[in-house]
């Protein structure tokens, strides 16, 4: 896989790129409109939107491999691999909101203000600010100050210095963009509404749909305000709760992309580049203990199947002591999230266990133990040439958790909140299992279940290590956004981080010992002379070091929203 281009001077690019790529309806008669053909000076929006919309999910191609497996589901500890170094290929997020999402939004908007009839396009003009919100909000996570209210002004304005904005200062814009957004979708009385239809890859033009979106976004940024504010998050949260369009419930209200063409580890399923990635000893633990659904869907079986036993029994060979030999799950191992506090099981991870004698004319049986991802889940391509990519980008389980998680700590006050903490668990939980085995299904993975799932559903709820129990009521919650997030892994990420959980001391679902820094941000290039004062001015209002990519450095600086959180693994 290549490496992705540093890029030198994000602002200053975006500023002069018109991306209009790809959109043939846009490209006939082109020696009539400029004389350079790479530009089209009047797009259909409704194009504009479809590419930044798939530009929001492709752009993924790379951070899969070099962001998601190889370091945050690692720091997380939903996966266990080798460590590898922090590199120029993370943080990709950052060039594509500038590069290919924001000029199509703005653009978006600057042909619908153009128009003779631009109040029938209002709704379509809603939309396009909560697509980037919704981009924004995953940019200044690992980045803290980004340029925002002045992004883009190299277009249209001639002004490539914008300045930072601080992240306090871009939630506060966020949220009152997003209820601009709201109140606009929301209006019947704007008529006769020019609708994105098929070209709206996300909903298709349903603008409840996008209201549903708004109001999921903003219990994203509530969540993420916590710490820092708490106030503010329980006012967002009761304001959700009184929107009478609610937040992503059910499953076809979810954020979702489908795409036989978008191969997220390459046409070659090159998910294993550079190493595999296998499950921690904690998930497995969790996963088989409360009989979850989701083990098959997110991890293989390793090579105990079969006649194994008979094979063991020959040659009276006795499995490893962190194998129990009498586990109905035995097929599924997990190994230590860091090689180095095991290295025992972790010596299994890449090598077999063998059984059998070495001699000349001797049969050996060899045997891996722990189980990997499973790779087709996350990449349909692998070792096939059948299967599409389906992700879910904001699903209903992540609404249905947040508003169990805020229920569950008081702060939705005398609001109604249409059920109880339990109430929204419980559907959260269900709306994962289903999205989940949907995706494996899409995929030609294997699956958790055939049918409905209603059973397996209803029996994984009443589990011990599942039902509410009245004494860890949120820690069971929290483990439920955390399993569901196996998907998503800035937004892993982000739970983790905000909340400390898994902790390290829990008896429910313990964090494994971490002897590795984790860095709490990614960095930002410097981004040339143009505009390098107000980026080291950022930087500096941050108390970031410019241009440290070093792990020890970002493990101790981090962004506005995270400083009042805990540490990894010790939350309260």
Known sequence: MKHIKKYTSYIIAAGML?????????????????????????????????????????????????????QLFRFTQHVTSDPYELTNNVNTRFGNYYLQVLPNLFEIRK???????????????????????????????????????QAIQGRYDGNFSPEYDKQQD????????????????????????????????????????WIKLANTLKLRIAARLENQDNAKTKLIFQQVLQDVTGVIEADDEQLSYQNPDYFAFGMGGEINYRSTRYATTSIIKFLKASNDPRLPIYFEANDLKGSYNDTLTKYATALPSFINPLDPLIQYQGGPADFTTNPTVANYIKNPFVVGNSGAGSAVSRYFLISPINRKFFSPRYNSTSGEFKDVKVTATEACLLIAEFIQKGYAGSV??????????????????????GIAVIAGSTTGFSGSGDAEV????????????????LERIYIQQYLNFYRNANEAFVFSRRTGYPKNTSAYYARETFNEP???????????????????????????????????????????????????????
């Not at 009152?176 to 298709?204: H, P, R």
């Not at 109604?416 to 085995?437: H, R």
């Open 416 to 437: 109604d909140t249409k059920g109880t903490a339990e109430d929204w668990y419980k559907k959260g939980i269900a709306s994962s299992i289903k999205t989940m085995n």
């Open 170 to 209: 871009l939630f506060t814009t966020w949220l009152q963009e997003l209820d601009n957004s709201i109140a606009t979708l929301s209006n019947s009385a704007l008529m006769n509404q020019v609708s994105y239809g098929n070209a709206d890859v996300f909903y298709k033009g349903d603008w409840n749909k």
């Open 518 to 572: 984790i860095p709490r941000r990614f960095w930002t290039v410097d981004p040339g002379e143009v505009n390098r004062a107000n980026w080291q001015a950022a930087l500096t209002e941050e108390g970031f070091t410019a241009n440290a990519q070093d792990v020890l450095t970002l493990s101790k600086e981090r962004v506005w929203y995270d400083v009042p959180a805990p540490e990894f693994g010790k939350g309260n």
């Open 111 to 149: 042909q619908i203000d153009a128009k003779a009839d631009k109040d029938n396009y209002q709704k379509m003009a809603a939309v396009s600010y909560v697509l980037q919100v919704m981009h924004g909000i995953k940019v200044t996570d690992m980045n803290g100050s980004i340029p925002y209210q």
């Open 18 to 70: 018109v991306s209009m790529a790809g959109i043939s309806s846009c490209t006939k008669n082109f020696e009539k409109v400029n004389n350079n053909p790479s530009v089209v000076s009047k797009p259909d929006v409704k194009f504009l939107l479809t590419y930044a919309e798939d530009k929001m999910i492709t752009y993924e191609y790379t951070e899969w491999i070099w962001e998601s497996m190889e």
């Open 458 to 473: 209803t029996a994984y709820l009443n589990n011990p290590e599942v039902k509410f129990n009245g004494t860890n009521d």
